[in-house]
């Protein structure tokens, strides 16, 4: 688990954005292992990033549509699981989930230790819980309110509007069949447009 500190230290969006280069080469390296059955509908990849800045003994923690930061003791409390991870499989931020039913167990070491040397250990490239899908012609979408240190999700048309396009950045793929014709192969598609004002 990052620590606030260790959270504190991971890029902004705007930064994380830009160290993603060649991402469909990334994509396309990466599907193969997010494809298996028992990751498959369940994880997305996604880009790892801060969203506020920590206090000790904080983590953030989303309550359905808003995370923001709490704090945890040490021992997690059985209604709080890990959401999203990092390349190496350490957990950056958290869900509260309100039945057994909700837990998801996280992907296997295996999984991380293949997909680390894939994208490399201090890559901006993580795993992350899949949201349900978006209705036809609309994307989920983030933003952080700084006031409130809350990060905020919500559903948008794809079309927009959005604003000045230099603040919106692509934050969490799912895998989905590719739409080529005669290629059965599954691919990554953008599940998650980040908003970031005051940046």
Known sequence: ???????????PIKEANEALTNRQEWFKKTAPLLSREELRRKFNLCL?????????G???VATGLVTQPEIISESTPSDIIPSSWTATGVPF?????????????????????????IVGDGSVLGLSLAHDPAPEGQIWCERTDYEQRQHILEIKPVE????????????SWSLEP???????RLVLKLALNCVCWGH
């Open 93 to 117: 931020e958290w869900k509260r989930v309100n039945t057994t039913e909700e837990i998801i167990p996280p992907p296997p070491a295996e999984f991380f230790r293949e997909f680390s040397e």
């Open 178 to 184: 590719s739409t080529d014709e005669g290629d059965p």
């Open 48 to 56: 790892v990033h801060k969203h506020v800045v920590l206090q000790p």
């Open 160 to 171: 927009g509007p959005w604003g000045d396009r230099n603040n919106v950045h692509q934050t």
């Open 58 to 60: 904080e983590r953030m």
């Open 1 to 11: 688990m990052l620590d606030h500190t260790g959270y504190n230290s991971l890029l």
